[in-house]
């Protein structure tokens, strides 16, 4: 790989960052990290990943396309923080909490009790034959799994497994259901169960187990 690798990705943790062990030290909840536009950036590339995934350029608009690129990555050059202290994931104001690499949900209800979220799979997230990737299926399951796990535990926990049952194709840019709770816990262990529903129609259940972290543990 050429380019991106010339580039700066990230910045190491200061002695002063926000953590313990591998996972924040408390549910870090902010809605002004990265200020009001910041939501509308994250969308903005959320879109052009969507039409890179359909677009099919000339090598001329390719060339153009990566020099843009390359001008907005020396952008973020001049911004980079580290992970405990960058907006992603934080900001509970924005769907995901403004992190790119999720799909795209909101939580309509959540607490000990489990989340509710509506989620949308966007184009990027094409599997094929017009439906979601499975992959990306479980990353929701997931961020909203362990979502679940650390509102009944009060702490972070950390996915030990991580089951999906795919009962039926699951589409994209469509609205759909995505709930998680914790069906039994001992110590721990919190036992997490999830479905993504598109209206009544079951898409997947989610089987797995999340282990809430001791203070420091990596
Ligand atoms: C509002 C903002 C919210 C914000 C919400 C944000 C949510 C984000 C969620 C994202 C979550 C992730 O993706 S996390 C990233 C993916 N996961 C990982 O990388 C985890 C890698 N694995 C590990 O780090 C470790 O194996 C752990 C932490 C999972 C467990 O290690 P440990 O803490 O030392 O615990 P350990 O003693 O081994 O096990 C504790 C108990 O669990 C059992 N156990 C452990 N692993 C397993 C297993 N795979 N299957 C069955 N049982 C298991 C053990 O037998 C033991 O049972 P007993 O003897 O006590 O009965």
Known sequence: MTGATEQQSSTEASE?????????????VTTERGGPS????????????????????TPELADEVIEDLKKLNAKLDTTLVD??????GTRIDLPSRGNITLPPYEVRNG????????????????????VAHGGHVAVAFD??????AALRAGRPART?????????LTPLETPLVLRTWVHEHDGRKNFVRGTLHDGDRLCAEMDALFIELRPGQA
């Not at 030990?160 to 049952?165: D, E, F, Q, S």
Request: charged share 25%; no cysteine; glycine share 14%.
């Open 111 to 130: 607490g000990p009790e489990g989340v509710d979220a509506e989620v949308i799979f966007r184009r990027f997230h094409l599997g094929g034959n017009g």
């Open 143 to 148: 961020d909203l799994g362990g979502m679940a």
């Open 83 to 88: 992970e405990w202290t960058s907006p992603s």
């Open 38 to 57: 910041y939501g509308e950036m994250v969308e903005q590339v959320r879109t052009f990943m969507d039409k890179v995934r359909y677009a099919s350029p």
């Open 16 to 28: 002063t960052s926000p953590h313990q062990g591998g996972f924040r030290a408390d549910f870090e």
């Open 160 to 168: 030990a497994y991580l089951t999906v049952n795919y009962r039926s």
